[in-house]
């Protein structure tokens, strides 16, 4: 029986060291990097997968190192991403008829 309280109480501590290690990261990233920590905090509280908006952003990059112009498209089908699509584009600015 005492060996069990005492797991337990290892585990406890255990949790409470956990949260104690993410609250100073979270803390370090915030003073260090304020824009990495309101990304980190959004996907915390919105609980979206990060790997989606790893592909998002890797789209975005890839339309501002090409053309520039472009759309990046997520398709979700019942709560599942099934693509992101990177479009580039090329701005013409061109009237459709000559007159």
């Not at 005492?6 to 409470?16: F, I, P, Q, V």
């Not at 290690?21 to 919105?46: A, C, G, Q, W, Y």
């Not at 989606?52 to 520039?68: A, E, M, W």
């Amino acid at each position: 029986m005492a060996k069990n309280k005492e797991e337990k109480k290892d585990l406890e501590n255990y949790h409470e060291q956990i949260i104690h290690n993410e609250e100073s990261f979270k803390l370090l990233v915030k003073n260090l990097r304020p824009d990495i920590f309101v990304l980190m905090d959004l996907l915390d509280t919105t609980g979206i997968n990060p790997y989606i908006i790893f592909h998002v952003i890797k789209h975005l990059n890839n339309i501002f190192i090409g053309t520039k112009y472009g759309n990046v498209t997520v398709s979700i089908e019942d709560g599942v991403v099934t693509f992101v699509r990177g479009e580039e584009a090329t701005k013409l600015n061109e009237r459709l008829k000559k007159i």
